[in-house]
């Protein structure tokens, strides 16, 4: 499965999305526009700023301009190199979804750990570069277990 999980918006018509499996792929939306004539409408850049995944499977503008994140996936340029924070994203984007699934706000699992909340939305957004220790507690904040693994 082809999960999203973090949307880049570039210059012109192109963005980047960091996917789960550690790749981020560039892609400029008006390949498309020649199956999609409506999708011109992104040359707006006030539009095409307002473009957000939409759950992990979904880059959306409004709601009719959607593409499947299956495309940039496929047919995007690996620009994975270019990025230095590929495993905090993907780090964060698992602890959320730990978070999300026990229930727990960001407040709560702050206040159970002894961080601030604000330090954890910016280690859940892989806005941090956060210690192994600091990644520890929150695991263990959501009664789960770290595992490193070095092939």
């Known amino acids: 499965m082809i999960v999203a999980i973090k949307l880049v918006l570039k210059e012109g018509t192109a963005f980047d999305v960091y996917y789960l499996d550690g790749v981020v792929k560039r ?50 340029i690996d620009v994975t190199d270019e990025y230095d924070d590929i495993e905090n ?5 698992k602890i959320k979804q730990k978070r999300l699934e026990l229930n727990l706000s960001q407040d709560e699992l702050a ?11 910016k280690v859940e957004k892989g806005n941090a570069n956060p210690s192994i220790k600091m990644i520890y507690k ?14």
């Open 27 to 76: 892609y400029d939306i008006l390949l498309l526009a020649k199956k999609f004539p409506q999708l011109n409408t992104l040359k707006d850049r006030d539009l095409f700023l307002k473009g957000h995944l939409l759950g992990w499977s979904v880059v959306q503008w409004n709601d009719e301009l959607d593409i499947s994140t299956e495309d940039p996936y496929y047919d995007g």
């Open 89 to 93: 994203v993907i780090i964060g984007y």
């Open 111 to 121: 206040k159970k750990v002894g961080i601030d909340q604000s330090d954890l939305s």
């Open 138 to 151: 929150i695991v263990c904040g959501l009664d789960s277990k770290l595992s490193i693994n070095i092939e």
